[in-house]
C-alpha cells in the first residue's frame, strides 16, 4: 500500500501536481500511522491475554493449595483427636484417689507422645511473592492471601515453639530416669537402680515432668485445631472469590 502511494507521489511530482501531491503524502502519513496504532493494540491484546492466562493458572493452582491444606489439617487434627481421647481416659485414671505413684506412671506409657509440628506444604502464595506476580491478582484477594499465609506461618511457629518445649520436659524426664521399659523392666534384677528409680521422691518428680511434658503438648494441640477452624474458614471465603474471577 505504500509503494502504492509512494508511486503516486512521484507521478504528481513529475507533473508538477503540488496540491495532490500533499493530500497523497498526508494519505501515507495517516496510513503509517494507523497501522502503528493497530499493530500496538494488537500488541496489548496479546499481552493481556498472556496475563489472565497465567492469572487463571494461579488461581487454579491456589485452589490445589487449599484442597491440600484441607487433607493436611483434617489428617493432622485426627491425630490431634486421638491423643485427646488417651489423654482424657489417663485423666479419668489419674483422679481415681489414692493411685499408688507407679501405677500413675505406668498409665502414662498409654499417651500419645510423639510430637508433630504444623507444617503446610502449599507454595503458591509464596511463588506470586517473589516472582512480583502477586500484583496479578486482584487486591480484595491478594490481601486475603497474604494474611491468610502470615496466619499459617505463626501457626507453625507456634506449634514448633509449644512442641519444642515440650520436648525439653520429655528430655529431662528420659536424662534423669531412662525410658519407662527401663524403669518399669529392665531393672528388675538391679536392686540398687530399683531404689533409686522407685523411691518415692524420685518418682514425685518423674510423674511431675511427665505431666507437665503431656500438658503443654496437649495445650499446644489443642491450639492448632483453633487456629486449623480460622484457617479453613478464611480458606473457604479466597475459594468463592476466586471462583467467581474463574467464572468471569
Known amino acids: 500500500m505504500i509503494k502504492f502511494f509512494r508511486k503516486i507521489r512521484y507521478d504528481l511530482m513529475e507533473k508538477n501536481k503540488i496540491g495532490k501531491y500533499l493530500k497523497y503524502a498526508i494519505g501515507e502519513i495517516i496510513l503509517v500511522v494507523l497501522g502503528i496504532l493497530i499493530a500496538l493494540q494488537l500488541n496489548n491484546l496479546n499481552d493481556e491475554r498472556k496475563t489472565e492466562n497465567l492469572r487463571q493458572v494461579y488461581y487454579k493452582q491456589l485452589l490445589q493449595d487449599f484442597e491440600n491444606d484441607k487433607a493436611y489439617i483434617k489428617e493432622h487434627s485426627s491425630r490431634i483427636d486421638s491423643n485427646m481421647v488417651k489423654f482424657r481416659a489417663f485423666k479419668d485414671i489419674y483422679n481415681q484417689p489414692n493411685l499408688p505413684i507407679n501405677k500413675i506412671i505406668t498409665e502414662t506409657t498409654n499417651l500419645g507422645w510423639q510430637l508433630y509440628n504444623v507444617q503446610f506444604k502449599s507454595n503458591t502464595i509464596n511463588t506470586l ?20 499465609d502470615k496466619y499459617k506461618e505463626e501457626t507453625e511457629e507456634v506449634s514448633k515453639y509449644n512442641n519444642d518445649e515440650a520436648g525439653k520436659a520429655g528430655s529431662t524426664a528420659a536424662n534423669r530416669y531412662g525410658s519407662l521399659e527401663f524403669a518399669f523392666k529392665n531393672i528388675q534384677n538391679q536392686p540398687k537402680l530399683s531404689e533409686y528409680v522407685f523411691d518415692e521422691k524420685n518418682l514425685i518428680e518423674l510423674l511431675i515432668t511427665l505431666e507437665r511434658c503431656q500438658f503443654m503438648k496437649v495445650e499446644s494441640e489443642k491450639g492448632s485445631l483453633i487456629r486449623f477452624k480460622k484457617i479453613l474458614s478464611d480458606m473457604d471465603e479466597i475459594e468463592i472469590l476466586i471462583n467467581k474471577e474463574l467464572k468471569k
Open 129 to 148: 511473592q517473589n516472582t512480583g506476580d502477586i500484583k496479578l491478582i486482584p487486591p480484595t484477594i491478594r490481601e486475603q492471601l497474604i494474611r491468610l
